[in-house]
């Protein structure tokens, strides 16, 4: 039987905590910044990746290791990607969106992997 790593849970958890914060700060931001869609995509991105970054050296005092890296941008964008496959699902069932469209959906999403793996990717630096 294969037993669970003690560091699958701390990083599960941090995942699933960056998720929450992109959905809590998207909401704030969008709500009281007004600030137009990609500015306020990459800020959230950026304030999410960087505080996730942050939280785990705060609780690991060591970098992450590449394993770990890898682990925590897989669960975290795979979790923000189901949430934006529902996302498109609701945008192709009120109007199918076009190409551009979808080009500029996928940039959108693809901004918070790559902004967490490049957060996590500063602290490899020695």
């Not at 599960?12 to 809590?24: E, F, P, Q, R, Y």
């Not at 500015?39 to 959230?44: E, G, M």
């Amino acid at each position: 039987m294969h037993e669970a790593s003690p560091d699958h849970a701390p990083i599960t958890h941090l995942a699933l905590g960056g998720v929450a914060a992109v959905i809590v700060l998207n909401l704030l931001v969008r709500t009281f910044a007004k600030l137009p869609g990609v500015v306020n995509t990459l800020l959230v991105a950026a304030v999410v990746a960087g505080g996730m970054a942050l939280w785990f050296h705060w609780q690991h005092q060591r970098r992450p290791q590449p394993s770990e890296r890898r682990r925590l941008v897989a669960l975290y964008g795979g979790i923000l990607a189901l949430l934006y496959l529902g996302l498109m699902g609701l945008m192709w069932l009120k109007d199918e969106p076009g190409p551009m469209g979808l080009l500029i959906f996928g940039l959108h999403y693809f901004c918070y992997p790559l902004l967490a793996w490049l957060a996590l990717a500063k602290l490899q630096r020695p």
